[in-house]
């Protein structure tokens, strides 16, 4: 190392010269690698956020202290969280704190949770979420850990589809092929049913009629015989009238016959209305859009309709109110109905059993505000508060096996709430009975 005449610092020799010329380019080298690095990690958060943005599934992901840090609209949805309330929240907690059976979830046997500890995958089917208005849905999930750049565990990311709603979906669309066929068949039905029915009335009309006149008849023949018994000429025949008389009971046709023609007009007119109310169910929704609705009229129909359900455990008792016209799918608000008075059924048949006891269903309609409202009260067991928060889940049923699907209900929400924009809502005492309210707007 020499020294510097003006200066009088030592310089460096030629080695020490290339020493530090080496460790520059070392630094150099190390800041290209980290300028590298930060690009990758800022790259890879965009695809992050783009993930999230587009992808068809729903993904949230969660911190090291499983809180929720970011949530696609995907799973926002499926939710029913708003970003800024569901951020910052713990995952665990938020949407997955409680078993299908109502008992709690612990927090340590949770995939999630298993994640952040251990860094594994899991692929779990057949789980249930919880939305923010207390209600479930059946899922899949995949849960993975999220590293840093130094390789430890900073998160997890958690990507899940909703079988429910997939379920109901193709329960949909398959149910719907069954109405449509159910349809078309009641189509049938009602019109081969309908064309000899129309002659049967007409018959029953003139023979009761022709009854009327040959009574009259009958009535004035007496009377001439009783007048011509006095004369001894014709005393012979008008007795033998008189035997005949006593012999075919004259006197009871006249007093059942005219009875028998009233219950047979009965039967017609019942048979006639349950044609109409078939006819009515066959050719409703056509069109995908909503028609002019008489929602009175619907419930009339369907009351015809499912009267085998109710007629041998409750009577049913009206109270229609003067409903406006509202536009409406008048097919599913029958199917909604429908449901909900075989459900009542159900409810008094498990209180009445099988002896002479009867129940009751009561349908109300009235407005109010701008609303048209059904109300259907039953005089049921009632629903236990246990699983109140689960009626309108799909494929939930306390009914025995065969006995019920767990769709209709469910069915019956997306109806009113998606397709129509009204609500559907319940009452109940256990050991009462429940009622059901049906909101829709008129402004539909």
């Given at each position: 190392?020499?020294?510097?005449?003006?200066?009088?610092?030592?310089?460096?020799?030629?080695?020490?010269?290339?020493?530090?010329?080496?460790?520059?380019?070392?630094?150099?080298?190390?800041?290209?690698?980290?300028?590298?690095?930060?690009?990758?990690?800022?790259?890879?958060?965009?695809?992050?956020?783009?993930?999230?943005?587009?992808?068809?599934?729903?993904?949230?992901?969660?911190?090291?202290?499983?809180?929720?840090?970011?949530?696609?609209?995907?799973?926002?949805?499926?939710?029913?969280?708003?970003?800024?309330?569901?951020?910052?929240?713990?995952?665990?907690?938020?949407?997955?704190?409680?078993?299908?059976?109502?008992?709690?979830?612990?927090?340590?046997?949770?995939?999630?949770?298993?994640?952040?500890?251990?860094?594994?995958?899991?692929?779990?089917?057949?789980?249930?979420?919880?939305?923010?208005?207390?209600?479930?849905?059946?899922?899949?999930?995949?849960?993975?850990?999220?590293?840093?750049?130094?390789?430890?565990?900073n998160g997890a990311v958690l990507t899940f589809r909703n079988l429910t709603e997939m379920r109901l979906q193709e329960a949909k669309r398959i149910h719907g092929m069954k109405l449509e066929?159910?349809?078309?068949?009641?189509?049938?039905?009602?019109?081969?049913?309908?064309?000899?029915?129309?002659?049967?009335?007409?018959?029953?009309?003139?023979?009761?009629?022709?009854?009327?006149?040959?009574?009259?008849?009958?009535?004035?023949?007496?009377?001439?015989?009783?007048?011509?018994?006095?004369?001894?000429?014709?005393?012979?025949?008008?007795?033998?009238?008189?035997?005949?008389?006593?012999?075919?009971?004259?006197?009871?046709?006249?007093e059942e016959v005219p009875g028998a023609f009233e219950q047979t007009e009965d039967g017609v007119d019942r048979v006639t209305r349950l044609v109409q109310g078939l006819k009515g169910f066959?050719?409703?929704?056509?069109?995908?859009?909503?028609?002019?609705?008489?929602?009175?009229?619907?419930?009339?129909?369907?009351?015809?309709?499912?009267?085998?359900?109710?007629?041998?455990?409750?009577?049913?008792?009206?109270?229609?109110?003067?409903?406006?016209?509202?536009?409406?799918?008048?097919?599913?608000?029958?199917?909604?109905?429908?449901?909900?008075?075989?459900?009542?059924?159900h409810a008094i048949a498990d209180v009445v059993g099988s002896g002479d006891e009867r129940g009751r269903i009561t349908i109300e309609t009235r407005t109010e505000d701008d609303e048209v409202?059904?109300?259907?009260?039953?005089?049921?067991?009632?629903?236990?508060?246990?699983?109140?928060?689960?009626?309108?889940?799909?494929?939930?049923?306390?009914?025995?096996?065969?006995?019920?699907?767990?769709?209709?209900?469910?069915?019956?929400?997306?109806?009113?709430?998606?397709?129509?924009?009204?609500?559907?809502?319940?009452?109940?005492?256990?050991?009462?009975?429940?009622?059901?309210?049906?909101?829709?707007?008129?402004?539909?």
């Amino acid at each position: 190392m020499g020294v510097d005449a003006q200066s009088g610092f030592e310089i460096p020799g030629a080695d020490g010269g290339r020493r530090i010329m080496a460790r520059d380019q070392d630094i150099k080298s190390l800041q290209q690698e980290l300028d590298s690095a930060r690009e990758a990690l800022n790259q890879l958060r965009y695809q992050n956020e783009m993930m999230l943005k587009w992808v068809e599934g729903a993904v949230l992901l969660v911190d090291r202290r499983g809180r929720i840090i970011q949530a696609n609209s995907a799973a926002l949805a499926a939710l029913g969280w708003k970003e800024d309330e569901l951020l910052g929240r713990s995952c665990h907690e938020t949407i997955h704190h409680t078993l299908d059976d109502g008992s709690p979830y612990p927090r340590e046997f949770c995939p999630v949770y298993a994640a952040l500890e251990d860094g594994s995958s899991h692929h779990v089917d057949g789980d249930i979420f919880w939305r923010k208005d207390g209600t479930s849905f059946s899922v899949d999930y995949i849960a993975c850990s999220t590293r840093d750049e130094r390789n430890r565990i900073n998160g997890a990311v958690l990507t899940f589809r909703n079988l429910t709603e997939m379920r109901l979906q193709e329960a949909k669309r398959i149910h719907g092929m069954k109405l449509e066929s159910i349809g078309e068949l009641s189509a049938g039905i009602a019109h081969e049913i309908n064309t000899p029915m129309q002659f049967i009335a007409s018959n029953l009309t003139f023979l009761r009629e022709g009854f009327d006149d040959i009574l009259e008849l009958l009535h004035r023949y007496r009377a001439f015989r009783q007048s011509m018994g006095r004369d001894e000429k014709y005393a012979g025949i008008c007795r033998e009238l008189a035997d005949f008389e006593e012999e075919i009971d004259v006197e009871y046709l006249e007093e059942e016959v005219p009875g028998a023609f009233e219950q047979t007009e009965d039967g017609v007119d019942r048979v006639t209305r349950l044609v109409q109310g078939l006819k009515g169910f066959a050719h409703a929704d056509r069109s995908e859009a909503k028609q002019e609705t008489d929602i009175n009229a619907i419930i009339e129909n369907t009351l015809v309709v499912c009267r085998n359900e109710y007629k041998y455990v409750a009577d049913v008792e009206t109270r229609l109110g003067d409903l406006p016209v509202i536009r409406a799918h008048p097919g599913d608000i029958g199917q909604v109905i429908l449901n909900l008075v075989v459900n009542a059924a159900h409810a008094i048949a498990d209180v009445v059993g099988s002896g002479d006891e009867r129940g009751r269903i009561t349908i109300e309609t009235r407005t109010e505000d701008d609303e048209v409202v059904v109300s259907v009260v039953d005089t049921g067991k009632g629903i236990p508060d246990a699983i109140r928060n689960r009626i309108f889940d799909p494929f939930f049923t306390t009914k025995e096996v065969g006995l019920g699907s767990g769709q209709g209900l469910a069915i019956a929400r997306t109806i009113i709430h998606d397709k129509h924009g009204g609500t559907i809502s319940f009452t109940s005492t256990p050991g009462q009975g429940t009622t059901f309210f049906v909101r829709l707007p008129v402004a539909g």
